[in-house]
């Protein structure tokens, strides 16, 4: 099974010890938002900085991603300042939600300038495709038979899984269209992929077209390991395809 469009992931959103306080000000001064440490899919991530700005100061706020554009807002009930440019951490959460330059004053919503986390769209429309709604696997299930004859099923819950194969990754010059031009694109598919391997979240939209449309996912094993903590890129020189390079089957347990 394949699908019949383009498909893109968003991944690699880390709060780390250099970009946990996000200092902004309701109008007695300026208060502090401790945002919890991690690495983040994009959308959970923003949960993460507006219940940390929630905790520290008195009005309700929500950030949001625009799926398009990958651009960040911040909105509250009444007017409140982000403090980008004269916060008192040195290091701020602003770098990560994408907003740089001058304070943010004067208003309850403020979007960002620059796209967060990043973005990878595989060349070519993602091969041997299994959605989660057809795949389920259960957790640790026991088969058992009793004295008389029954047959016992024990079980903790069920799985989804997400199952795909990327292919045509290439630097080289090709059509555009049933093979996008990407004069990065190894070097794009191994920063995906080593993120990939390190076991943390990531959003995936079938449909490229269609960003609202996503997936939460974590790697379950790939064609290296049955862990999903290895993977290597095979060229494919024995089908006469020098320099172009597939994945092997990657299955994603679904987390959302």
């Excluded at 555009?176 to 191994?190: A, C, F, Q, T, Y």
């Excluded at 060229?235 to 299955?251: A, C, R, S, V």
Aim: net charge negative.
């Amino acid at each position: 099974m394949a699908l019949n469009t383009f498909s893109k992931f968003y991944y690699d959103f880390v709060i780390d010890e250099d970009s946990r306080y996000l200092p902004f000000n309701e109008g007695s001064g300026e208060l502090i938002a401790d945002v919890a440490k991690g690495s983040y899919a994009p959308t959970l991530g923003l949960f993460a900085v507006a219940s940390a700005m929630n905790n520290a100061g008195t009005q309700s706020y929500s950030v949001t991603l625009d799926r398009l554009t990958r651009l960040v807002t911040i909105s509250s009930t009444n007017p409140f300042s982000l403090l980008v440019a004269t916060g008192s951490p040195a290091s701020t959460t602003f770098t990560k939600l994408g907003f740089t330059g001058s304070d943010r004053t004067g208003a309850n919503t403020y979007t960002g300038n620059l796209p967060i986390a990043k973005e990878y769209q595989p060349q070519f429309i993602l091969q041997d495709y299994m959605a989660s709604d057809i795949n389920t696997k259960s957790i640790d299930p026991t088969v058992r038979k009793t004295a008389d004859g029954q047959v016992e099923v024990v079980r903790f819950g069920t799985e989804k899984f997400v199952e795909m194969q990327i292919r045509f990754a290439t630097n080289r010059p090709m059509d555009g269209r049933v093979i996008k031009n990407n004069p990065s694109g190894v070097e794009d598919l191994v920063d995906f992929m080593e993120h990939v391997i390190s076991k943390e979240a990531l959003e995936f939209m079938p449909n490229e077209m269609d960003p609202n449309t996503y997936q939460i996912l974590m790697i379950d094993k790939t064609a290296d390991d049955k862990n999903g903590m290895a993977y290597s890129l095979d060229e494919q020189y024995k089908k006469n395809l020098p320099d172009i390079y597939d994945t092997g089957k990657l299955t994603f347990r679904l987390v959302q």
